[in-house]
């Protein structure tokens, strides 16, 4: 079946550095775009951004920029959020979601299915 | 960019009753409308998508309307497995933006 599974929690301090997988299964990797998703304890759903995972390509949303790297490893189906110079605020759910149908021809699409959420937490 | 807002924030209603929900976008999105479903410590679960167009597998007694700026998830007859938060997004272009959400709790 179709599912995106995702690394476990994090626990890094102020200043440090993340990466979260999100391995996809189920699905040819290329024919969808991969999604990213904040939320942060006890507030609603925030889209980070996407990556055409056909060129690599990323799209980051305001307030995803600097320090929000997605990336992809297609050999074997997996994309990537890294987060530099972690800050307090940035503990949160963070969630990878396909979206968007990329061949044969481009289609806009909802978000199904979602990885089972990786909990990063930012202490010192 | 385009505003997507929900209402109201939270409700409560008793099991079997009719709820309704509503989402607003600040510009005409079409039909490109998704429901998603997040129980408490939970993933989110679609629901429904193309505004209007149940996902498989989830229960008939939830529904979608609209097209354009105004949107509605209604539930006909609410149960108690029904406690979640629900939003609505849109997802014509970048960005994908998400309504604020609705806490819908048994009265």
């Known amino acids: 079946q179709v599912q995106l599974v995702q690394s476990g929690s994090e626990l890094k301090k102020p200043g440090a550095s993340v990466k979260v997988s999100c391995k996809a299964s189920g699905y040819t990797f290329t024919s969808y775009a991969m999604n990213w998703v904040r939320q942060a304890p006890g507030q609603g759903l925030e889209w980070m951004g996407w990556i055409n995972t056909n060129t690599g390509n990323p799209t980051y949303a305001q307030g995803f920029t600097g320090r929000f790297v997605f990336s992809l490893d297609t050999s074997v189906s997996t994309a990537y959020l890294q987060i530099s110079s972690l800050k307090a605020e940035d503990t949160a759910v963070y969630y990878c979601?396909?979206?968007?149908?990329?061949?044969?021809?481009?289609?806009?699409?909802?978000?199904?299915?979602w990885g089972q959420g990786t909990l990063v937490t930012v202490s010192s | 960019d385009i505003q997507m807002t929900q209402s109201p924030s939270s409700l409560s209603a008793s099991v079997g009753d009719r709820v309704t929900i509503t989402c607003r976008a600040s510009q005409g999105i079409s039909n490109y409308l998704a429901w998603y479903q997040q129980k408490p410590g939970k993933v989110p679960n679609l629901l429904i998508y193309?505004?209007?167009t149940l996902q498989s597998g989830v229960p008939s007694r939830f529904s979608g309307s609209g097209s354009g700026t105004d949107f509605t998830l209604t539930i006909s007859s609410l149960q108690p497995e029904d406690v979640a938060t629900y939003y609505c997004?849109?997802?014509?272009?970048?960005?994908?933006?998400f309504g604020g959400g609705t806490k819908v709790k048994i009265k």
């Open positions: 997004q849109k997802y014509n272009s970048a960005p994908r933006t």
């Open positions: 193309a505004a209007s």
């Open positions: 979601a396909r979206g968007d149908i990329l061949t044969p021809y481009y289609l806009y699409n909802w978000f199904d299915p």
